[in-house]
């Protein structure tokens, strides 16, 4: 075995090779960008070297720094992660170059499986199951629509190097094929530097189910059974569950040993994963093979009680794999869910800052968190925006989605949007928890899951109230240094002013002889008492209710936790008047949401646009973000060109409404 690997890769997946690591008693070398300098994983190694920029081509890109990281520290192994350089093939042949172990599969096997296309050929001489679909070289864009004539629309427009979701495209219509085909060559070159596509039929409902396999170089393969990651946006994976929902054991022999025969096609060596698309009716075509440990690996490790990096370190040392496939058993059920920094009501666009509060689920017997940042720690523009993965494992599946909807629910984060209300609302929604899974499952029932924003309640702003009067009482004894609205031979009362977003409520407080509050809130008086309870929590009495709440302030935004996800209301300063002012720039600009590139422009200055209409494609953290008009209206400048860098809250396109 090694006594010390470098980890080739940041945040959680750092992290949690190195939480195996350290079990086993191997030393650690972290590597690090600027971005990165006071990172978890940074922290948790045993060394760690800093290797150049933040933007991962600066650093977690540059293969000659990695292996001199390794020479410096005197590392034996490097452990690629998943991203990155884990699927590169030259990175592979690079470690062996330079006497390192790299704990992945061969080479070759990455190149056979790197491409789509030819991974697709591969398997059909494995006579492996594949969807209908052209794999071809001939890309000129006549022929490729050609051929998504003959496969019958809809169809799936793939990059051939690709994977997460980037460079593809689902097209229900002839008329809308080029359009489609330019932006995923497009988007399939800035991400892997190569353009080729293939074409496959969209099939409408359809699952995504994965095989876990392993493989040593000893000849043995065998399958850890399956994941359904069949809720995704944008083509990336949401909610990851094994073993998968209605699955019997027939097919999941099936299944199984057809991955099987896929990694032995290849001299598969390692942690794989063989990807099938699945019809409801059970049968399954196969669609690509990740050579890399995969996001969702902890589900297979909560039902197989098998620790999957302990396994990919054993078998990259030469040993053979643990158990064989008579011994592997499947006990209970998994779910994880992906905390993201973005915003799901702005079609999952990222989100970045500093997480000025990070409150995420304890880990017991029932529940695993994986993550690589800490309260403190900013969500950069530089690389995926994961904050955290959350896994469960109970009994049954039902149980398992119930623990999750509540762990959700009470997930506590400020300084950044997430998603967690929209995992809360999947994991408790009636068909997903029914068992009614397939890729579209979001779309569908985007109605029940991105329901219309309502106003804060009287809780939220009843808790805010509480909040801000606990701020008023002093360290001191000194009855002067009192900010509670003292009457004398009167009740003392104090207004304290909130915006719910453009809404403001007046809430009156009174301060009753007996020590407790009167609340005048916009549903009527309540009666409340506060007292601190414990790691920044609020006990609170309200009316005949009793429970307890946090209160996150920034500046004069305080977000509330008492119930379901957040709530931010602002503070109303009646001395600030700049809060009350709009700016003409937010009617007549259309703005960066985040720092990116400027890879298409749809307009000119003079043209006259529709609301919605599309003005220009942006480029951040790796996805394109296509912005719109506002408004009807009518371009007035376009303040930059293609290919240039623009910040975060720029002006992009002066626009004139009307």
Not at 39 to 50: F, L
Not at 225 to 241: A, G, L
Not at 272 to 290: H, K, P
Not at 461 to 467: Q, R
């Amino acid at each position: 075995m090694f006594s010390k690997i470098l980890i080739a890769n940041r945040g959680e997946i750092a992290c949690r090779v190195i939480k195996t690591a350290r079990k086993l008693g191997i030393k650690t070398v972290a590597v690090y960008s600027d971005a990165d300098a006071g990172a978890r994983h940074v922290a948790m190694a045993d060394e760690a070297v800093h290797i150049g920029g933040s933007a991962a081509r600066d650093s977690y890109l540059v293969v000659d720094k990695i292996l001199d990281a390794c020479k410096r520290t005197g590392a034996q192994a490097v452990h690629p992660g998943y991203g990155f350089l884990s699927e590169n093939a030259g990175f592979a042949e690079a470690c062996g170059k330079a006497g390192l172990v790299f704990i992945g599969p061969p080479p070759a096997a990455i190149r056979a499986m790197g491409s789509k296309s030819e991974a697709k050929k591969i398997m059909e001489k494995a006579q492996v199951p594949l969807v209908p679909g052209y794999h071809g070289d001939d890309q000129s864009p006549d022929l490729l629509a050609k051929e998504a004539v003959q496969i019958g629309f809809p169809v799936l427009i793939k990059a051939s190097a690709g994977g997460g979701g980037k460079g593809m495209r689902v097209v229900e219509a002839a008329d809308k094929f080029k359009d489609a085909l330019e932006g995923a060559k497009r988007e399939a070159k800035a991400s892997f530097a190569d353009d080729h596509v293939l074409i496959e039929k969209y099939l409408t409902r359809p699952r995504h189910i994965e095989i876990q396999v392993f493989a040593d170089g000893h000849g043995d393969c065998v399958y850890l059974f399956e994941r359904d990651c069949s809720i995704q946006r944008r083509h990336q994976k949401v909610i990851e569950e094994a073993p998968a929902p209605n699955m019997d054991p027939a097919r999941r022999k099936a299944m199984g040993e057809a991955a099987v025969a896929a990694a032995k096609a290849i001299g598969y060596v390692g942690a794989g994963t063989v990807e099938f698309i699945a019809n409801q009716d059970g049968t399954f075509y196969f669609m690509e093979m990740n050579t890399r440990l995969q996001v969702e690996h902890p589900v297979t490790e909560a039902i197989t009680g098998q620790d999957l990096v302990d396994w990919q370190l054993q078998v990259a040392a030469g040993g053979r794999l643990p158990l064989k496939q008579d011994q592997l058993r499947i006990d209970g059920h998994a779910v994880e869910v992906r905390l993201y920094a973005e915003d799901p009501a702005r079609n999952f666009l990222p989100s970045t800052g500093k997480l000025v509060h990070l409150r995420l689920p304890e880990e017991d017997a029932h529940v695993r968190v994986d993550t690589g940042v800490r309260q403190g720690d900013t969500v950069t523009p530089f690389y995926d925006p994961m904050i955290a993965k959350v896994i469960v494992h109970d009994r049954d599946r039902t149980s398992a989605m119930r623990r999750m909807a509540a762990l959700m629910a009470a997930t506590e984060v400020v300084g950044v949007t997430t998603n967690s209300v929209l995992l809360e609302a999947l994991c408790s929604h009636p068909a997903f928890v029914g068992g009614e899974v397939d890729t579209g499952f979001i779309e569908r029932y985007r109605g029940d899951l991105f329901p219309k924003a309502a106003p804060a309640d009287d809780r939220a702003f009843a808790v805010a109230t509480l909040a801000r009067v606990s701020e008023w009482t002093p360290a001191s004894a000194d009855p002067w240094d009192m900010k509670n609205g003292f009457r004398l031979l009167d009740v003392g009362h104090d207004e304290v002013r909130w915006l719910d977003g453009e809404r403001e409520v007046v809430v009156l407080v009174r301060r009753h002889r007996n020590g407790t509050l009167g609340l005048e809130l916009p549903g009527g008086s309540q009666t409340a008492t506060v007292r601190p309870a414990g790691e920044g929590a609020l006990a609170i009495t309200l009316g005949d209710d009793r429970f307890e709440a946090r209160v996150v302030r920034r500046d004069n935004d305080y977000t509330v936790f008492a119930g379901k996800g957040g709530r931010r209301l602002r503070l109303v300063d009646p001395l600030d008047v700049t809060q009350y002012e709009a700016t003409a720039a937010d009617q007549t600009a259309v703005r960066s949401p985040l720092p990116g590139k400027i890879i298409d422009l749809r307009v000119k200055a003079g043209d006259s646009v529709s609301k919605g209409q599309p003005l220009l494609v942006l480029e951040a953290m790796k996805m394109e973000h296509t912005l719109s008009a506002p408004a009807d209206g009518k371009i007035k400048s376009v303040r930059y060109a293609v290919g240039e860098q623009v910040p975060e809250g720029a002006d992009l396109v002066e626009f004139e409404a009307g």
